[in-house]
């Protein structure tokens, strides 16, 4: 792969890599013991009304919260790791190789998805 290739292939990755750290950011919290490990944090909404009623149904809105980023927050921290690990391929020199069959993959599926480990014939 010449080298003009490579380094925008390294900055799609890097830019989303920035986009995918702020999006996290945005809902929870890296998890300081372990790394690339993130927290979805839990919403806290305002009570507009006293009532009891009011309260549980602000509570099962929080409920429902936390489930969203949950959910958003499993699937960014996997893309952050797929980006991470292609960064990772690119430093030690052995970015686009298939994983499977060691082929280049094509130059279109890594400018589709600069994570791509496999090529279409090997891609789960």
Same mark, same amino acid.
């Not at 830019?15 to 300081?32: C, F, G, M």
């Not at 009570?47 to 980023?69: A, P």
């Given at each position: 792969?010449?080298?003009?290739?490579?380094?925008?292939?390294?900055?799609?990755?890097?830019?989303?890599?920035?986009?995918?750290?702020?999006?996290?950011?945005?809902?929870?919290?890296? =998890?300081?013991? *372990?790394?690339? !490990?993130?927290?979805?944090?839990?919403?806290?909404?305002?009570?507009? /009304?006293? #009532?009891?009623? @009011? =309260?549980?149904? *602000?509570?099962? !809105?929080?409920?429902?919260?936390?489930?969203?980023?949950?959910?958003? /927050?499993? #699937?960014?921290? @996997?893309?952050?790791?797929?980006?991470?690990?292609?960064?990772?391929?690119?430093?030690?020199?052995?970015?686009?190789?298939?994983?499977?069959?060691?082929?280049?993959?094509?130059?279109?599926?890594?400018?589709?998805?600069?994570?791509?480990?496999?090529?279409?014939?090997?891609?789960?």
């Amino acid at each position: 792969m010449d080298a003009t290739l490579l380094h925008e292939l390294k900055g799609l990755l890097e830019k989303e890599r920035d986009l995918l750290v702020a999006e996290l950011q945005s809902i929870a919290d890296p =998890d300081p013991k *372990v790394r690339g !490990d993130w927290h979805a944090r839990f919403p806290k909404f305002e009570v507009v /009304e006293t #009532s009891s009623s @009011s =309260d549980r149904e *602000v509570e099962q !809105d929080e409920i429902e919260e936390y489930e969203t980023r949950l959910a958003e /927050e499993h #699937s960014l921290e @996997s893309r952050l790791l797929e980006v991470h690990k292609a960064l990772d391929l690119i430093a030690q020199k052995t970015y686009g190789a298939c994983k499977a069959c060691g082929k280049p993959i094509p130059i279109d599926r890594l400018r589709a998805n600069p994570a791509a480990e496999y090529d279409m014939e090997h891609a789960r």
